[in-house]
């Protein structure tokens, strides 16, 4: 069954909502975790975005995924599976208003790297960030009912963001490919 994008005009509560849930996973997941990341649309500031709050955990290593998974079930959250063949372990909490996406993710990982960078561009690049805004509208409308056709649309404009982050992180360190 095909299900809807919705995207939706930037919430001023999505920070508050984010720390909330950053506070539940750290008391869940305790000593599991290195580091907690608020990624996607809902972190960067005036972006439309769908009503989800995705967070990056970044656990201690590989080995902590099952345990910290396993933890998270328990909480309530839905287990979507290994994503981006990059050991990012998806879960979902659906009874969370809006929804919470929590990725978990070893160290060092090449997808949570790359979604900081992507975030981080926006956040500081006005116009970069406003042509994100408009090609999500847009391909919301051509795709309502095909969200992985509305993500993989999306890639291209990731992978010139990521190139443009890496070309201006301080020392061209940074390192660049999929993304938010």
């Not at 305790?30 to 990624?39: F, K, R, T």
């Not at 995705?54 to 290593?61: A, F, G, H, K, P």
């Not at 079930?73 to 909490?93: I, K, M, Q, S, T």
């Amino acid at each position: 069954m095909p299900t809807p994008v919705e995207i939706v005009a930037y919430d001023a509560s999505w920070p508050r909502l984010y720390e909330e849930a950053e506070a539940r996973l750290k008391h869940l997941l305790g000593p599991l975790v290195l580091a907690i990341d608020h990624i996607g649309s809902t972190a960067i500031p005036d972006m439309p975005a769908k009503p989800i709050i995705d967070i990056d955990v970044t656990l201690s290593s590989l080995a902590e995924v099952s345990e910290a998974g396993r933890r998270l079930v328990e909480a309530g959250y839905e287990a979507r599976g290994n994503r981006y063949d990059d050991d990012v372990w998806a879960f979902l909490l659906k009874s969370a208003t809006p929804r919470l996406r929590v990725y978990l993710c070893p160290p060092a990982n090449r997808t949570h790297e790359r979604r900081l960078a992507f975030r981080d561009y926006l956040r500081h690049h006005d116009a970069a960030a406003a042509a994100y805004a408009l090609l999500k509208a847009q391909l919301a409308e051509r795709f309502a009912y095909d969200g992985d056709r509305y993500t993989a649309e999306k890639s291209g404009f990731v992978r010139q963001i990521l190139a443009m982050a890496e070309e201006t992180a301080p020392g061209g360190s940074r390192r660049s490919g999929n993304g938010s």
